[in-house]
Nanobody
Framework: QVQLVESGGGSVQAGGSLRLSCVVS?????MGWFRQAPGKEREGVAS????????YYSDSVKDRFTIYPVGADNTMYLQLNSLNPDDTAMYYC???????????????????WGQGTQVTVSS
């Protein structure tokens, strides 16, 4: 059984930064971050495949967000820089135990989900 617990969300002004954390228990091969804003579909923003450290970023966050794979502290991180109001959303940690090609932004490939942490960016 895999359990994921996120933390680190909050309210920041545009241009600010946050670091999200996801503590994982159990075996996974891929971990990712998704977000969902009110009235919008869930979007995959970043992911990392454990064995190869291969990463994926959506175009909307590339060069602003950085995903860090799980380390000895059993925690995956997402560093959010240069935040803007469009980044406001509930952010979810997700994971699966499947293939590298499935380790991108398709939420249907992920079997395990955290409860979410809210990020709010004001202008």
């Amino acid at each position: 059984q895999v359990q994921l617990v996120e933390s680190g969300g909050g309210s920041v002004q545009a241009g600010g930064s946050l670091r999200l954390s996801c503590v994982v228990s159990g075996y996974t091969t891929c971990m990712g971050w998704f977000r969902q804003a009110p009235g919008k579909e869930r979007e995959g923003v970043a992911s990392v495949y454990t064995d190869t450290r291969a990463t994926y970023y959506s175009d909307s966050v590339k060069d602003r967000f950085t995903i860090y794979p799980v380390g000895a502290d059993n925690t995956m991180y997402l560093q959010l820089n240069s935040l803007n109001p469009d980044d406001t959303a509930m952010y979810y940690c997700a994971a699966h135990r499947s293939y590298p090609w499935m380790c991108k932004g398709n939420e249907n490939h992920y079997s395990y989900w955290g409860q979410g942490t809210q990020v709010t960016v004001s202008s």
